[in-house]
């Protein structure tokens, strides 16, 4: 089974998405990779050297790159028996070596402005993970997470750098919410491009969309901002990707 986490996940993916894939029906197994992505994430790994990166010399070493790896991978191959889309293993890697690199930019600078995560933070961010997979409760993340290797003490520390992770993205952010005006905007929007393919009478009624339009805007909003502090970490800081 499988437990997402994947918050923010325009700017960057957090870290559960990293170690996790996209949610499902609780009751369901993760589908097991295929012959061919397996054959395609060997090729693609093939040759890497043991450090792929380092981050203000922090290293981040193959094994670590090749579990987010071969994660993405079973993602994105599951997404093209959706959309026909093919999966290109060169492209996928050079987006996890980012993805990597700006979680540990990130998680950087939240050790430096001193956020770090007590027991609670860490309890709190687990039961969402719970709630959000439909798992329920803590013990049962943990024994999905068992399923794909990981120790209770890995999931801890992978929900203890998710809270400092999102602190620090919250209190370098500033993003307002819309207001009542934009929000009728953007579902005008909405009903206007529906319009145009036909199909005006899908867009339910704005008082039912509004919250999340709302979120939407927010989550946009802060995907735009997060960017822009990652951008500022890699020009202050000292980033090598050796793929």
């Known amino acids: 089974m499988s437990v997402p986490r994947s918050l923010l996940a325009g700017a960057i993916v957090a ?85 990597l690199v700006n979680n540990r930019l990130l998680t950087q600078a939240a050790a430096e402005a001193g956020i770090e995560a007590k027991t609670d933070d860490i309890e709190t961010v687990l039961q969402e993970v719970a709630d959000q997979s439909g798992l329920g409760s803590v013990d049962a993340v943990y024994e999905a997470f068992a399923d794909q290797g990981m120790s209770e003490d890995d999931v801890r520390e992978d929900a203890a750098d998710q809270y400092e992770l999102e602190q620090y993205i919250e209190a370098n952010t500033d993003v307002t919410p819309p207001g009542d005006k934009e929000l009728r905007a953007q579902y005008d929007t909405l009903v206007e491009q529906a319009k145009t393919q036909g199909s005006e009478e899908s867009i339910p009624p704005f008082d039912e969309v509004k919250e999340q339009l709302a979120d939407q805007a927010v989550t946009d909003e802060q995907n735009a901002a997060t960017e822009e502090i990652l951008a500022q970490l890699r020009e202050d800081g000292d980033v090598e990707v050796n793929l």
């Open 15 to 99: 870290v559960f998405a990293l170690t996790g894939c996209s949610a499902g029906d609780p009751e369901e197994e993760s589908p097991a990779p295929s012959e061919s992505a397996g054959d395609s994430a060997d090729s693609a790994l093939e040759g890497l050297p043991d450090v792929v990166a380092v981050v203000n010399d922090e290293e981040i070493g193959l094994e670590e790159f090749t579990s987010a790896y071969e994660n993405q991978l079973q993602q994105a191959t599951a997404a093209q028996q959706q959309t026909g889309q093919a999966v290109d293993p060169e492209q996928l890697k050079q987006q996890v070596a980012d993805l």
